[in-house]
């Protein structure tokens, strides 16, 4: 009986220190368990299964308090879990701070893993959230995960009471849905971070050498390697520096090919994506006028083209579409600068005006003939590596290629899936990095800079005994100014230039207006606005279409 009332003892106070710690941050919780005791040894397989109220109780499962780890971040789950109205405890979006809160407490390493590990399927219908989530507790810990509560509770409470006021008819309480959710959270995270002006120069120089390796960063600072680290991991769990692995696609015999499709009224939201192995990714934009962009990782070929004009074709007859544009990238590059960028109001200062004053654009100066004349304290970086003789891989380097993309980068990993020895394993990776054909990509978007504009302009022919700069050149010029761009090179249904920038949601409207009345009306012209939704987004070579150094195709890979 005394051991009995010694683990009770234990389990009360165990909520009661991290409840007092809670409560140093200015929070005083709204309830406290008369008791606290063991539930049922159950697999907590669902929320509903990790702790319970009955009455004045709360019983915790068995199976997590026996788990060392998994019981530390269940508390503190349950502690926060206190700080909000006991009537709220079921709604999904408590559920969802709850879960994510212990990764805002510096549990160990092992804690946090398993943690991340176990809440995994808690938060499938969730993961635009849980990201924010994270990067607001990057920015600004326990802090920014109440005010994140305080701010949804407010919204649920107020419109709620707004209802009410309405009608004298009893209205189901209102709840949040996960769009509302997420433009509170986002402005909650853009008011949290913080760059300084150590961190923008170390961004620089991640960016430089495409890398976030803090040893090979800090050689370009003076520095001390443990701020170079710390603030590296900041970033990166922030989101303002994103790191993945790329594939140099010429080198493989592949090149990037985009279709934009303009589908009729009743077809925009159910254009399902072909079932063609070499498709990359789908991606539907509504705000100005729907527009479906295809991009394609496939083999530089004539006749792949050709099949896919006929797939356009096939759209139109069908009467899916009403036009479409089809292009094959070139070349391109990546240029950025945080010459604009205000760490104290942690946004970009200038409106569009400045940069089209800065750019030059109504000047109609000489030109040198060239695309490639940057303004001063521009950050250039290529995003691919072109090659015209195909590099000799074979099935296993394509297999971790893949590995790579899919975010599979530790050598353990890789072995696991591929099956292969290590030693032969490490050879091959060592090779793929040095022939350059896998490689870093290191990207960076600031705050404030959610918005996505892209323009796809032709080139206007220069004329005759004229060395003054062409529209294109001149356009080139102003998305030169700007903070993020991506610029490349294509031909296709005409010869031009893709401009891709991200910029605040006011800035790319007005950056969109001015486009669409500035451009003549004699040059082929095209501008997709807004966060597109995605119906299909990945990059996975289809190694099973890799046989003797030659990519297989067919016409009826594009069959819906």
């Known amino acids: 009986m005394a051991e009995s009332i010694q683990s009770l003892t234990l389990l009360e106070n165990e909520l009661l220190q ?36 009955s009455g004045e109780t709360l019983f915790i499962n068995l199976n997590l308090l026996k788990d060392d780890e998994l019981r530390e971040g269940i508390f503190w789950r349950e502690s926060f879990l206190l700080f909000t109205p006991r009537q709220s405890r079921d709604a999904w979006w408590v559920k969802l701070l709850a879960d994510v809160f212990p990764l805002s407490i510096k549990m160990s ?59 004298r008819r009893k209205r189901k309480k209102r709840e949040i ?61 922030m989101g303002i520096l994103h790191h993945n692995y790329f594939v140099n696609l010429s080198a493989l015999g592949l090149t990037q090919y985009i279709t934009l499709l303009f589908p009729s009224k009743k077809a925009h939201e159910h254009l399902k994506p072909p079932s063609n192995p070499f498709l990359t990714s789908q991606k539907l934009n509504r705000l100005t006028n729907s527009i479906i962009t295809q991009l ?26 009403y036009d479409y544009y089809l292009f094959e990238i070139k070349n391109s590059k ?47 970086i290529p995003s691919a590596v072109f090659h015209s003789k195909l590099k000799e891989v074979d099935f296993l380097d394509l297999q971790i290629i893949n590995q790579f993309l899919q975010g599979v980068d530790t050598y353990r ?43 796809y302009f032709e080139k206007e022919k220069p004329l005759k005994k004229s060395d003054y700069r062409t529209f294109d050149q001149r356009l080139v010029s102003l998305f030169s100014y700007l903070p993020n761009v ?31 009345t500035f451009y003549p009306s004699k040059l082929s012209f095209q501008l997709v606005l807004g966060k597109p939704i995605f119906q299909k987004h990945k990059l996975t070579l289809p190694i099973n279409r890799w046989l003797n150094g030659e990519w297989l195709y067919n016409a009826e890979d594009f069959s819906s």
């Open 334 to 380: 990546r240029i950025y600068t945080f010459k604009y960028f205000n760490p104290k109001e942690r946004r970009q200062i200038p409106d569009f005006n400045t940069f089209i004053i800065e750019s030059g654009l109504y000047q109609n100066e000489p030109s040198n003939g060239s695309y490639d004349a940057l303004p001063p304290d521009r950050i250039v």
């Open 109 to 167: 390493s092992q804690a946090t893993a398993k943690w991340i590990q176990f809440i995994r399927k808690s938060f499938i219908a969730y993961k635009e959230l849980y990201r924010l989530l994270k990067r607001i507790i990057a920015a600004a810990g326990i802090d920014g995960l109440f005010q994140a509560f305080n701010k949804v509770q407010y919204f649920v409470y107020s419109k709620e009471q707004l209802e009410s006021h309405k009608s």
């Open 413 to 455: 990993a890789i072995r696991k899936a591929v099956n292969k020895d290590m030693n032969e394993l490490v050879k091959r990776i060592k090779r793929l990095f040095e022939e350059k054909i896998l490689f870093e990509n290191v990207l960076s978007f600031l705050p404030y800079s959610s918005s996505e504009l892209t323009v």
């Open 486 to 516: 991506y610029l490349a090179t294509f031909k296709g249904a005409f010869e031009g230039i893709l401009a891709r920038t991200f910029l605040t949601p006011s800035t790319c409207l007005e950056m969109a207006d001015f486009l669409t």
């Open 296 to 321: 394609y990782a496939a083999p530089k070929s004539k006749l792949f083209f050709k099949y896919l004009k006929a797939y356009c074709e096939e759209l139109i007859n069908q009467r899916i579409v």
């Open 177 to 237: 849905n996960p769009h509302e959710m997420q433009i509170i959270l986002t402005e909650i995270y853009y008011n949290s971070v913080k760059i300084t002006s150590n961190a923008i120069e170390i961004m620089q120089k991640a960016l430089l050498r495409q890398t976030i390796k803090p040893k090979i960063i800090a050689q370009y600072l003076t520095k001390h390697l443990a701020t170079v680290s710390k603030t590296i991991k900041q970033l990166v769990a």
């Open 18 to 53: 991290k409840v007092n710690y809670l409560k140093s941050f200015l929070y005083e919780p709204l309830y406290f368990p008369k008791r606290v005791e063991p539930g049922l040894k159950v697999p907590p397989k669902t929320e509903k299964d990790w702790s319970k109220f």
